[in-house]
């Protein structure tokens, strides 16, 4: 018997299958047999994938040989599983008779699968060349910390001097040290690229990055046309916002504006808002119990996150990877985040990113949902629902309704909107770099790759590099290193934010303005991500549920909106 969620998915995939809708020819037996080989995956991978995830987290929060060496034979024993070839001959068989799969929850199930196997189909040894190869670059991520004054670094640390000193050789030895990391990591980064290329061309792809575009359901050609468009639209705001910057920023130090160099931005990517405003926007949370305004927050709009809490890993530690991250370990409900909290704006903002991948998970993904598409529809739409929460941090209003003092409420909204709108050009740019930088990297990894790099930051993010350097800066992002080809989805995921955040104000709010919609206490928010963004989980793709939850497809016009501050 259907259950009523079951119907109600039915009814979403049948809305957006297209010519699809109803296969021409509907085998029983195609569609026996689809199911068969969904039910098998599962027994043999779940348990592969649940010891993997576990390795990962053992390994991420430890440092140690021995976890990251178990993070391998994980790893390891679940390609052995997708690269047989007798395995994918079935699932490409299912697949090209997808249109006989009498349904569309099924249907879906083998096009998911699909992809999944259609990765691994390289010879096993050059697999697990990769994971090793892939495996040891995030080790030494991992372990390294720069060196200043003599003394051992942590992150927190970088960015601190980052933030505060206003002495322009001390930011420049924090900034060079904190991108020493890449001199140790590119030599292995270049054979992982090459490593990875090769097994692209082997599938067929005329690089990494084409193939991971195709297993992430994305289409190269309209993926640089958003990027096109989004550079257009964001071009002259982020030229004005910069000009704002830059000008306090030389203040601040006592340089000339035209002397500003990447040390002078409070990040070593410049991917965020340097603190230059009237307001102190650290100082309410200083005092503040920032998991407790996390907590409460989720629990008062109807997802609680108190479990989560419970297994995770938030404080700093040796060994310990140094970024945040938010795993589902089982897709059952055990899911965690790791963290390196300090109480201010920047970790504030990090929490509340981090717990919202976690609402959207196993936690409120319906069980009830196969286990091969009870996960996020796309790395993109949970990306943009962490987002979409991360933005709070900025709300005077949200602090002050979760108990948080906030001393002059009226400079802190006016530092806050502002900060947020050039959050939104800033990272906007950013992600510019990123996306034809891992571009152009896969596609000639034999070219001057810290030309290229200095070449991006130049252009789209108007940071001049410092005169005669020539290291390898662009491996000192963790992304580069261990996610390729993902960073495109930041940016989209922020579209995605925007989008869902102007229909929550819609339909939730009945037409609020969208800037003074907070969250705080709705139950009626938790239940419309429930319905609109969680149910479907990975059967519908990224494009699909955005449609479903908001009644448009991905575009700019929400965020544009929202950094224009309309």
């Known amino acids: ?9 039915v009814s979403a995939l049948t809305l957006f299958a297209t010519v699809e809708t109803s296969p021409v020819l509907a085998s029983p037996e195609i569609t026996a047999q689809a199911g068969a080989f ?3 995956h599962e027994k043999r991978l779940r348990p592969l994938e649940v010891a993997a995830s576990l390795a990962w987290w053992n390994a991420n ?19 052995e599983q997708l690269s047989n070839p007798r395995l994918f001959a079935v699932v490409k068989e299912l697949h090209e008779k997808r249109k006989e799969i009498d349904d569309p929850l099924l249907r879906r199930c083998v096009d998911v699968l699909y992809l999944s196997y259609l990765e691994k189909q390289v010879d096993p040894a050059l697999l697990k060349k990769m994971v090793e190869k892939a495996n040891a670059v995030e080790k030494k991520f991992n372990e390294f910390r720069p060196q200043i004054d003599g003394k051992e670094a942590t992150d927190n640390e970088v960015r601190k001097i980052l933030k505060e000193s206003s002495n322009s050789e001390r930011r420049q030895a924090a900034w060079e040290a904190s991108k020493k990391v890449g001199t140790v990591l590119q030599a292995d980064l270049k054979d992982l690229v090459k490593l990875r290329n090769q097994a692209a061309t082997t599938l067929g792809f005329k690089n990494y990055h084409a193939l991971m575009l195709f297993l992430n359901e ?13 550079d257009s639209l964001t071009r002259e705001p982020f030229a004005q916002a910069k000009k704002e910057i830059d000008q306090e920023l030389a203040r601040r130090c006592g340089v000339k504006v035209e002397d500003l160099m990447p040390w002078h931005y409070h990040d070593p990517f410049f991917q965020e808002t340097p603190a ?43 060994g310990k990877s140094p970024h945040a991250f938010c795993t589902d370990i089982d897709r059952d409900g055990d899911v965690r985040v790791l ?4 109480n201010d704006a920047y970790w504030a903002s990090t929490l509340l990113h981090e717990f919202g991948h976690s609402v959207y998970s196993s936690k409120n993904i319906p069980k009830t949902l196969p286990y091969v598409v009870r996960m996020e529809a796309h790395i993109l739409t949970t990306e943009g629902v962490a987002m979409m929460f991360e933005r709070l941090s900025k709300r005077g209003a949200f602090l002050e309704k979760m108990g948080i003092a906030v001393p002059d409420r009226e400079a802190f909204d006016r530092t806050g909107a502002k900060m947020l709108r050039y959050q939104l050009l800033i990272f906007s740019r950013w992600c510019q770099v990123m996306l034809r930088f891992e571009k152009g990297m896969y596609e000639n990894p034999e070219q001057d790759l810290n030309k290229l790099w200095w070449d991006l930051v130049e252009k789209y993010q108007l940071v001049k590099r410092p005169r005669g350097r020539s290291a390898p800066d662009y491996a000192s992002k963790i992304h580069v290193v261990s996610a390729p080809v993902y960073y495109h989805n930041y940016m989209m995921g922020e579209l995605f934010a925007s989008q869902v955040h102007h229909a929550i104000a819609r339909e ?29 989980g990975r059967t519908l793709n990224w494009n699909e549920l955005t449609r479903f939850a908001t009644g448009e497809e991905l575009n700019a016009k929400s965020f544009a909106a929202d950094f224009k501050g309309k």
């Open 339 to 342: 963290c390196n909290v300090v």
């Open 1 to 9: 018997m259907f259950t009523r969620f079951r119907l109600l998915l």
């Open 276 to 318: 230059v405003f009237a307001s102190d926007i650290d100082k309410p949370y200083a005092r503040a119990d920032l998991l407790k305004m996390c907590g409460d927050f989720y629990q008062g709009i109807g997802l609680p996150i108190n479990d989560v809490i419970a297994r995770s890993d938030l404080y700093e530690k040796k």
């Open 61 to 79: 929060i430890s440092g140690k040989d021995e976890d990251f060496k178990k993070k391998i034979e994980t790893q390891n024993r679940i390609d």
């Open 508 to 536: 939730v709010y009945k037409g609020a303005n969208p800037e003074s919609v907070i969250y705080v206490g709705n139950k009626d928010v938790g239940e419309f991500m429930k319905k609109k963004v969680f149910a479907p």
């Open 38 to 40: 969904v039910k098998d």
């Open 218 to 230: 994305q289409d190269g050609d309209q993926l640089l046309k958003l990027f096109d468009e989004l």
